[in-house]
Each structure stands twice: as structure tokens, then as C-alpha cells.
């Protein structure tokens, strides 16, 4: 017979990076019976960040720190975290959610929050797939190190790519961005960072049309200039691809409202348009994606369920209640 008590909650928090955590934080102060479901270590994209210098209160902070106080601050208050990964949410006839793992757990909850993040958005040409992990990579903080003293490629203009180019500095002997435009999306400070770190080179208007190498790794790049169309050649030991994520929208089943890059639609209290299913962090549509957004979206998310809940609750009363008063 299954256990109920392990498989039914009140809210099931999917992903476990700072939304996740700070949704679970306020979950638990909200004595709501919280389970939240991750499939690597707690801290998200926090972990794939070597330093922090942008959440506030934390002039300098490892992203690996951050992480481990956000995880021990959301267990101090009674966070259930397990390690599996969401492969569905699906919203039963019954008005629940049915959340299905990898490890073939189903655990049921009247209220999802989706703080699964996004995955990043891969160039698409020929080589990326081929030489994944054998020098492209997603990730400075776990790759870099594997560079040093080398040429290295970072590919994109956004704050990603710029603050992972300057990081790479720390390995390689010297840091190209190519970025497809000649004016980059990254914040001001960080491009001013960027600018004035000897060992990044601006390579503008160039799109990454090929990737080439031997058995040995990565050779080079094959680039073509946007404004002129002409070919040309980047000699490279690495490359590191920063072009954006996706959100991990694709756990969902069935219709919701999406923007043009596929980021949930919210409204204010963070539902989405399939009622009980709130979205905080990186896979909701808004204008920047920081830590400091992620957690403020996560607070709304988990005390607008706390709500929803009182309101589920009310529902069947009220119902009664202008049945009766009809009747009169
Ligand atoms: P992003 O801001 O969307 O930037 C993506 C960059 O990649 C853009 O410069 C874009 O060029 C370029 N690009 C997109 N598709 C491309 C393609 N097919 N080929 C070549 N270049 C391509 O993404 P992000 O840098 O990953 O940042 C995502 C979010 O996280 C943002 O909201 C960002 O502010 C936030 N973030 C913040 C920090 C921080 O504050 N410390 C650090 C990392 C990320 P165009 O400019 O021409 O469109």
C-alpha cells in the first residue's frame, strides 16, 4: 500500500537553485507540508558561478558559498529535499498536479512552483556536438581550469559571456569573445571589466559557423564576418559558448501561456495560466535573470501558494454557503 504521507504535500518545489531554495525557505515558515525535488546538488546555476558580487549583502562571495548557505538556511526551517529528476507535471482532472521522477516516484500536491532553470543554448553547428567536453564547453568555473595557458574562444555578448571571459583569464593565456554584433548586451560594469582586462580580445560582427579540431581537441574556429560575409579562420585550444538559455519548460504537459523564448507567463502572485502552478526564477518571462530576482519571485511564488491553499480550502465552504444562500 503506498504511503500517502510520503507522496502528498502541499506544494512540490521543482529545482533546488536560489528560487528553489528561498521558496522552500518560506514554505517552511509557512508550516506548509514542502517537498522539493532536484536532481544534482543544491545551488543551481549558483554552482556554476565561481564568484558573486551582485547579491546584495555579499559584497564577494563563492558561488558554491552562497549555495551552501541558502541549502542550510531552507533546511533550518524544515526543507525536504530529495535528489531526482522531474520528468513531468502533469495537472490531474481532480485538480492536483502529479509530479513523476526518473526514479519512478509519482508525488502528488494541489500547488507546484517550477524553479527548474533553463539549459544552455547551444550554437548548432557542425563540431559543437562532436567536440562537447573535449573543448566546448558550457561552463567556465568546472572547465577552465583544464585550459591553462591556452588560447580560449568565449562565444556571445550577454553577461554571461563576459563575466565567464574575464574569469578564464585566470587560466588561459589569452581570452577571445566573439560576439555576433559590434555592441555587446552585457551590463555596463562588466563590460568595462572586460575592456580592460589585457588578456581579452573583442572580436566583433563574427558568427561561429564551424568548429575544428583533431582527436587531440579543439584547432580552431571557422567564423564569417557578418557585415561582409567573408570567412576566417580563429586558432583556439578551447571554446567556451555563452549564447543564452533555455527555460526547462518541457516538464510541463499540456498548454500554458509562454513568451516568444518559451519563459512562462505569470501574473503577479507568479501563476501561471494553469492554476496552481506558480514559476519563479530563470524559466519565467521577465526582464533579467539575477539572483536577486530569482529569490523575489521565489518569496511571491511561495507565499502566493500559501493563499491559493486558504483559498482551495474556503472554496467548497463558500460554495455551500451561496448554495444555501440561494435557497433562502
Ligand atoms: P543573454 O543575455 O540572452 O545573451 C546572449 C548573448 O548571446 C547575446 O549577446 C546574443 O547576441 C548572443 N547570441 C544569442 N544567440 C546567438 C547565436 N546563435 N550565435 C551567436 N551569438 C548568439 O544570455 P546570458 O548572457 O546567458 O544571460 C541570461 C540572463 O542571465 C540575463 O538576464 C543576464 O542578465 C543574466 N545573467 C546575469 C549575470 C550577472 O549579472 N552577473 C551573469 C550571467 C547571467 P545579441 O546581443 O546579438 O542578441
Given at each position: 500500500?503506498?504511503?500517502?504521507?510520503?507522496?502528498?504535500?502541499?506544494?512540490?518545489?521543482?529545482?533546488?537553485?536560489?528560487?528553489?531554495?528561498?521558496?522552500?525557505m518560506?514554505?517552511?515558515?509557512?508550516?506548509?507540508?514542502?517537498?522539493?525535488?532536484?536532481?544534482?546538488?543544491?545551488?543551481?546555476?549558483?554552482l556554476?558561478?565561481?564568484?558573486?558580487?551582485?547579491?546584495?549583502?555579499?559584497?564577494?562571495?563563492?558561488?558554491w558559498?552562497?549555495?551552501?548557505?541558502?541549502?542550510?538556511?531552507?533546511?533550518?526551517?524544515?526543507?525536504?529535499?530529495v535528489?531526482?529528476?522531474?520528468?513531468?507535471?502533469r495537472?490531474?482532472?481532480?485538480?492536483?498536479?502529479?509530479?513523476?521522477?526518473?526514479?519512478?516516484?509519482?508525488?502528488?500536491?494541489?500547488?507546484?512552483?517550477?524553479?527548474?532553470?533553463?539549459?544552455?543554448v547551444?550554437?548548432?553547428?557542425?563540431?559543437?556536438k562532436?567536440?562537447?567536453?573535449?573543448?566546448?564547453?558550457?561552463?567556465?568555473?568546472?572547465?577552465?581550469?583544464?585550459?591553462?595557458?591556452?588560447?580560449?574562444?568565449?562565444?556571445?555578448?550577454?553577461?554571461?559571456?563576459?563575466?565567464?571571459?574575464?574569469?578564464?583569464?585566470?587560466?588561459?593565456?589569452?581570452?577571445?569573445?566573439?560576439?555576433?554584433?559590434?555592441?555587446?548586451?552585457?551590463?555596463?560594469?562588466?563590460?568595462?571589466?572586460?575592456?580592460?582586462?589585457?588578456?581579452?580580445?573583442?572580436?566583433?560582427?563574427?558568427?561561429?559557423?564551424?568548429?575544428?579540431?583533431?582527436?587531440?581537441?579543439?584547432?580552431?574556429?571557422?567564423?564569417?564576418?557578418?557585415?561582409?560575409g567573408?570567412?576566417?579562420?580563429?586558432?583556439?585550444?578551447?571554446?567556451?559558448?555563452?549564447?543564452?538559455?533555455?527555460?526547462?519548460?518541457?516538464?510541463?504537459?499540456?498548454?500554458?501561456?509562454?513568451?516568444?523564448?518559451g519563459?512562462?507567463?505569470?501574473?503577479d502572485?507568479m501563476?501561471?495560466?494553469?492554476?496552481?502552478?506558480?514559476?519563479?526564477?530563470?524559466?519565467?518571462?521577465?526582464?533579467?535573470?539575477?539572483?536577486?530576482?530569482?529569490?523575489?519571485?521565489?518569496?511571491?511564488?511561495?507565499?502566493?501558494?500559501?493563499?491559493?491553499?486558504?483559498?482551495?480550502?474556503?472554496?467548497?465552504?463558500?460554495?455551500?454557503?451561496?448554495?444555501?444562500?440561494?435557497?433562502?
Amino acid at each position: 500500500m503506498t504511503d500517502h504521507t510520503k507522496t502528498e504535500y502541499d506544494v512540490i518545489i521543482v529545482g533546488a537553485g536560489p528560487a528553489g531554495l528561498c521558496a522552500a525557505m518560506y514554505a517552511g515558515r509557512g508550516m506548509l507540508k514542502a517537498l522539493t525535488i532536484e536532481r544534482g546538488a543544491p545551488g543551481g546555476e549558483l554552482l556554476n558561478t565561481d564568484l558573486i558580487e551582485d547579491y546584495i549583502g555579499f559584497e564577494s562571495v563563492k558561488g558554491w558559498e552562497l549555495a551552501q548557505k541558502m541549502a542550510e538556511h531552507a533546511k533550518k526551517f524544515g526543507a525536504e529535499i530529495v535528489t531526482d529528476t522531474v520528468e513531468r507535471i502533469r495537472k490531474r482532472d481532480d485538480g492536483w498536479f502529479d509530479v513523476a521522477t526518473a526514479r519512478g516516484r509519482t508525488y502528488r500536491a494541489p500547488a507546484v512552483i517550477l524553479t527548474a532553470g533553463g539549459t544552455p543554448v547551444k550554437l548548432g553547428v557542425p563540431g559543437e556536438k562532436e567536440y562537447a567536453g573535449k573543448g566546448v564547453s558550457y561552463c567556465a568555473v568546472c572547465d577552465g581550469a583544464f585550459f591553462k595557458g591556452e588560447v580560449l574562444a568565449v562565444v556571445g555578448g550577454g553577461d554571461a559571456a563576459v563575466e565567464e571571459a574575464d574569469y578564464l583569464t585566470r587560466y588561459a593565456s589569452k581570452v577571445y569573445v566573439v560576439h555576433r554584433r559590434h555592441q555587446l548586451r552585457a551590463s555596463k560594469i562588466l563590460q568595462e571589466r572586460a575592456f580592460a582586462n589585457p588578456k581579452i580580445e573583442m572580436i566583433w560582427n563574427k558568427q561561429v559557423v564551424e568548429i575544428k579540431g583533431t582527436d587531440r581537441g579543439i584547432h580552431h574556429l571557422e567564423l564569417v564576418d557578418a557585415v561582409t560575409g567573408a570567412r576566417s579562420n580563429l586558432l583556439v585550444g578551447g571554446v567556451f559558448i555563452f549564447i543564452g538559455f533555455k527555460p526547462n519548460a518541457g516538464l510541463v504537459e499540456g498548454h500554458f501561456k509562454h513568451d516568444a523564448g518559451g519563459y512562462f507567463v505569470t501574473d503577479d502572485r507568479m501563476m501561471t495560466s494553469i492554476p496552481g502552478l506558480f514559476a519563479a526564477g530563470d524559466v519565467r518571462s521577465q526582464l533579467t535573470r539575477q539572483i536577486t530576482t530569482a529569490v523575489g519571485d521565489a518569496t511571491t511564488a511561495a507565499i502566493a501558494v500559501e493563499k491559493y491553499l486558504a483559498a482551495l480550502r474556503e472554496e467548497p465552504q463558500l460554495v455551500r454557503m451561496a448554495r444555501e444562500a440561494v435557497r433562502e
